[in-house]
T-cell receptor, first 111, second 114 residues
């Protein structure tokens, strides 16, 4: 069953804590993306990676970090520097065409 | 700021009627546009796409129209059903330092009235 898997579905963060959101794809796509979605808002790009071991900042990268050690995996860490982390986080991948395939999302909330 | 936006945040239609969701974009260099459907608590799902060398493209019960003169994109859904209730996003393809990326609008919430 091919696709993008995000975990966990729900995540809670304590103040000052770093948390990591997982994103795995078995579509053999080179490019992967992380978006943040706030209620009633569109998607804003946090980070993206066009190829393994390379990634670029998006529009709202401050307070976030990523790694791309494997083609299949693109984890996102929400650091303590991100003062307003509560949001719905979406991971996506792209193959040879422009269309993005999305995961089912992770809802991050602050305790 | 966002270069892609929606004319209406909410659209309410009667079941069985046709729906038209509009989108304005500002980047005349964009060469690809896409519509996504997002149900509550889920990731966006692809609906239909169109390249800038086309004016119209049809899918199953959906049609996308592109007017490059006024930089306007629309999604038409025929015979709207309860399952069409969702937020609909348009997106345009913009180059980011040589790497393609999609920029999304805020979305339109489509509500189906019985």
């Amino acid at each position: 069953d091919g696709g993008i898997t995000q975990s966990p579905k729900y995540l809670f963060r304590k103040e000052g804590q770093n948390v990591t959101l997982s994103c795995e794809q078995n579509l053999n796509h080179d490019a992967m993306y992380w978006y943040r979605q706030d209620p009633g808002q569109g998607l804003r790009l946090i980070y993206y990676s066009q190829i393994v071991n390379d990634f670029q900042k998006g529009d709202i990268a401050e307070g976030y970090s990523v790694s791309r050690e494997k083609k299949e995996s693109f984890p996102l860490t929400v650091t303590s520097a991100q003062k307003n982390p509560t949001a719905f986080y979406l991971c996506a991948s792209r193959g040879n065409f422009e269309k993005l395939f999305f995961g089912s999302g992770t809802q991050l909330s602050v305790l | 700021g966002e270069s892609v936006g929606l004319h209406l945040p909410t659209l309410s239609v009667q079941e069985g009627d046709n729906s038209i969701i509009n989108c304005a974009y500002s980047n005349s260099a964009s060469d690809y546009f896409i519509w996504y459907k997002q149900e509550s608590g889920k990731g966006p799902q692809f609906i239909i796409d169109i390249r800038s060398n086309m004016d119209k493209r049809q899918g199953q019960r959906v049609t996308v129209l592109l007017n490059k003169t006024v930089k306007h994109l629309s999604l038409q859904i025929a015979a709207t059903q309860p399952g069409d209730s969702a937020v609909y996003f348009c997106a345009e393809n913009i180059q980011r330092g040589g790497a393609d990326g999609l920029t999304f609008g805020k979305g339109t919430h489509l509500i189906i009235q019985p």
